[in-house]
């Protein structure tokens, strides 16, 4: 079945450094991948998104790239900081046809001051 | 604009008691998702509706799990009974135009005893 994977489980970094988290999905359909942060107790939050047209999307400190060819896409944090550490999810989401919204299983960033 | 509401925040129930969760979603959404967020997991798909249709529930586990969305706007996810297995957070979500931004009730926390 179709399936998102994400890597890694666990990032720790230090303070200002960058911090990237890839995933991989396996429906080629899947048109619309966005990046949730979901801070401990609290709803997963909307950060960034991008849709399969696009290969890179920036929004100030967080940005996001798209490799359709090979199924990847990945969220880069650069200059990172305490309010950053939270557990951040992908997903893949098809537009059309089934409609299904797949969750990768999360990671889990530790900014260290 | 309010966003989408989820009632009760916290249910602490014995096993073999029945819960019921509430969802409202964002006003115009016809894209209503519920969500199981086990500790340190991705939300996975229990439904989705279309406006009142379930147009995905085949990980909807139906022995003891119900849901409804009468009139299309509201939404109650009923577990009868509840089982230990079960704890865990549901979150409602909700989408308008289908092309993917999908946003999160803050979820019940659902313990079982």
């Known amino acids: 079945g179709e399936n998102v994977e994400q890597h890694p489980s666990t990032l720790s970094v230090q303070e200002g450094d960058s911090a990237v988290i890839k995933c991989t999905y396996s429906?080629?359909?899947?048109?619309?991948f966005p990046w949730y942060k979901q801070e401990l107790g609290k709803r997963p939050q909307l950060i960034i998104d991008?849709?399969?047209?696009?290969g890179e999307k920036k929004d100030q400190r967080i940005a996001v790239t798209l490799n359709k060819t090979a199924k990847h896409f990945s969220l880069h944090i650069t200059e990172t900081q305490p309010e950053d550490s939270a557990v951040y999810f992908c997903?893949?989401?098809?537009?059309?046809?089934?409609?299904?919204?797949?969750f990768g299983t999360g990671t889990r960033l530790k900014v260290l001051a | 604009e309010a966003g989408v509401v989820q009632s009760p925040r916290y249910k602490i129930i014995e096993k073999k008691q029945p819960v019921a969760f509430w969802c409202n979603p964002i006003?115009?959404?016809?894209?209503l998702y519920w969500y199981r967020q086990n500790l340190g997991q991705g939300p996975e798909l229990l439904i989705r509706?279309?406006?009142?249709?379930?147009?995905?529930d085949s990980q909807l586990p139906k022995d003891r799990f119900s849901a409804e969305r009468l009139k299309g706007v509201d939404s109650t996810l009923k577990i009868q009974p509840a089982e230990l297995g079960d704890s865990a957070v549901y979150l409602c979500?909700?989408?308008?135009?289908?092309?993917?931004?999908?946003?999160f009730g803050p979820g019940t926390r659902l313990t079982v005893l």
């Open positions: 997903a893949a989401y098809m537009s059309s046809g089934t409609y299904k919204y797949i």
């Open positions: 429906d080629s359909a899947s048109n619309y």
């Open positions: 991008i849709r399969s047209n696009v």
């Open positions: 006003s115009g959404h016809n894209t």
């Open positions: 509706y279309e406006n009142e249709e379930a147009v995905d």
């Open positions: 979500a909700s989408m308008g135009t289908g092309q993917g931004e999908q946003f």
